[in-house]
């Protein structure tokens, strides 16, 4: 390529006229320069016009290098270097307009736009840009920026005679309110105002305002929830911490992976570390984390909120909190059941939502829920009688109904059976207590009638053989209308006599219904 070339190439790229007056490496004098289309043409032309160009645009080349193309009229164009960096500034240029392209597309008409301008390559090439573009920080001519609302003095007034102003005339007042909307987030949408001299009144100016708070107290909210959340096999970061906190505490020697994630919670294995003075660490641990997001929690509400143990804390607390009552609710009734001697885990510690309990099976491989395995009719047999014993330990001495139990939450393990999963379990008294219990033993009964147990009793007779109750119904539905009844009657007395029905106590005999 030679010199004439090059040079003649640079101002042909720029978009004619405006380029020539707005280019900061072409903004040459061009008062002086007649545009014939000869001139143009000429050599010469294009020599002075690509010295200005380098001048311009390669400032520190310009002082640094003794180079011969810098230093007066004989610019040997013909430099590799050169040529390199003028089609480097001309690839640059196109960059930077797709940039501005595409800058324009996502701003649309929006009020708020953002800006590609640190990801430019030629930041002396702005210029030909700014002009169509609103630059937000630039306030000057910004339309949309309400006037400077006029002061009114101290004395609260303006004027005299009849043209008197107060602070309160309506106007000034609707102008002011329609000023101070610009103080809303930006995402909230006041609409586009200009040029209609808008006057808000107090009472829809307080409205928006309130509504434009909510607004962004929800967003924030959303915001919150995404920080929060236990995402599939990961935890947040305060989770992440607590774990941490554990394992250099040395309470457990590592934390090994995921075994679990459900809706509500994500269960890992570790292996236990030291022994502290007042607690044995299980050699093997599971440790459930509750999911600190609230949807899924949302629709257990009403196991938690009538029951009367935790009834008086449940209004007073925000839904986090709520969140770390299911995992106090799987320790306290954990523990009922060990001190009851029903094979479930034990409990090693409760830290916020975060359950470490020892670990059903071995070599960090977990037992497996019965619903997943095989067993002889012989262990099937044993396994119905086991369970059926340990619901009425559950309902007598630990005062307790699963309320989720199911071929799910049961695992096979060492020749027995073993309960897990008992956040969501309730006293008897709970209103719903009686139908929770009535569907646990719908499950319990099915599947062993299926799994081929002959003698497995049919629901109705198991919740009879489990609450000591004698309802005598024959129909699910007369049975179901029967236990309402019941937890209606309980109800009732809660409401009239205080706490609990006496005959609902944890110690001594089932609660009997019949009076
Ligand atoms: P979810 O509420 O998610 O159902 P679970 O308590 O049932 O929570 O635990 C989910 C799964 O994690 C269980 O099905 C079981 O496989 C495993 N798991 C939970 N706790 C233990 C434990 N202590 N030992 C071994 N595995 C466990
Ligand atoms: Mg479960």
């Known amino acids: 390529m030679d010199s004439v070339g090059v040079a003649a190439a640079a101002p042909d790229a720029g978009p004619g006229p405006a380029w020539q007056s707005k280019c900061p490496w072409g903004a040459p004098s061009t008062t002086s320069i007649s545009c014939s289309l000869a001139d143009v043409m000429s050599e010469q032309l294009a020599k002075e016009l690509q010295l200005e160009e380098e001048n311009a645009a390669f400032p520190e080349v310009v002082a640094a290098a003794e180079g011969p193309f810098i230093t007066g009229e004989n610019i040997d164009t013909s430099s590799d270097l050169m040529l390199a960096q003028m089609l480097q500034m001309e690839f640059d240029r196109e960059y930077d307009a797709q940039l501005r392209r595409e800058e324009k597309k996502i701003n649309g008409d929006s009020k708020v736009s953002i800006s590609f301008e640190n990801y430019r390559k030629v930041h002396p090439y702005d210029s030909d840009s700014s002009e169509d573009e609103v630059d937000w920080q630039d306030t000057r001519h910004d339309p949309y920026r309400a006037d400077k609302p006029t002061t009114t003095p101290r004395r609260g007034f303006i004027g005299k005679g009849k043209d008197i102003t107060t602070k309160h005339d309506e106007v000034v007042c609707g102008r002011k309110n329609t000023a101070r909307m610009e103080n809303f987030a930006p995402e909230f949408q006041v609409g586009d105002g200009i040029g209609m001299d808008l006057k808000l009144s107090n009472q829809v100016f307080n409205a928006l305002k309130q509504h434009a708070y909510s607004e962004e107290r929800r967003s924030a909210r959303l915001h919150e929830k995404k920080e929060h959340s236990t995402a599939e096999k990961a935890v947040d970061p305060k989770t992440r911490l607590l774990l941490y906190k554990m394992v250099n505490s040395g309470m457990l ?15 890992f294995h570790a292996y236990g570390g030291n022994a502290t003075e007042d607690k044995v660490i299980p050699p093997e641990c599971a440790i459930k984390v509750f999911k600190t997001t609230l949807n899924e929690f949302k629709n257990r509400d009403k196991y938690i909120k009538d029951d009367y143990r935790f009834k008086d804390r449940f209004s007073k607390l925000n839904p986090r909190k709520i969140i ?24 090693v510690i409760l830290k916020k939502h975060v359950l ?17 395995v095989t067993l002889s009719s012989e262990d099937m047999k044993k396994a119905y009688y086991q369970i059926l014993n340990m619901m009425q330990q559950l309902y007598r001495e630990c005062n307790l109904v699963h309320a989720d139990l199911s071929e799910y939450n049961m695992l096979w393990h060492d020749g027995k059976v073993w309960l897990i999963d008992v956040s969501q379990s309730v006293e008897p008294t709970h209103p719903h207590g009686l139908e929770f219990l009535f569907r646990d033993c719908k499950n319990v009964s099915q599947f062993f009638q299926k799994g081929g147990v002959a003698e497995a009793l049919n629901e109705r007779e198991l919740f009879n053989a489990v609450s000591g109750l004698n309802i005598t119904a024959d129909n699910e539905v007369d049975f179901q209308a029967e236990i309402e009844a019941l937890e209606k009657m309980n109800e009732d007395h809660v409401q009239n006599h205080g706490k609990k029905l006496s005959t609902f106590s944890s110690d001594g005999d089932p609660p009997i219904y019949d009076e």
């Open 253 to 267: 020697e590592t934390i090994t992976g995921c075994i679990s994630t459900g809706k509500e919670s994500v269960v």
């Open 324 to 347: 770390r009552m299911w995992a106090e609710k799987e320790m306290h009734n954990l523990t009922r059941m060990q001190n009851a001697g029903i094979p479930c885990p034990q409990v």
């Open 356 to 372: 470490v309990m020892s670990f059903i099976g071995q070599d960090q491989i977990p037992a497996p829920k019965l619903k997943d």
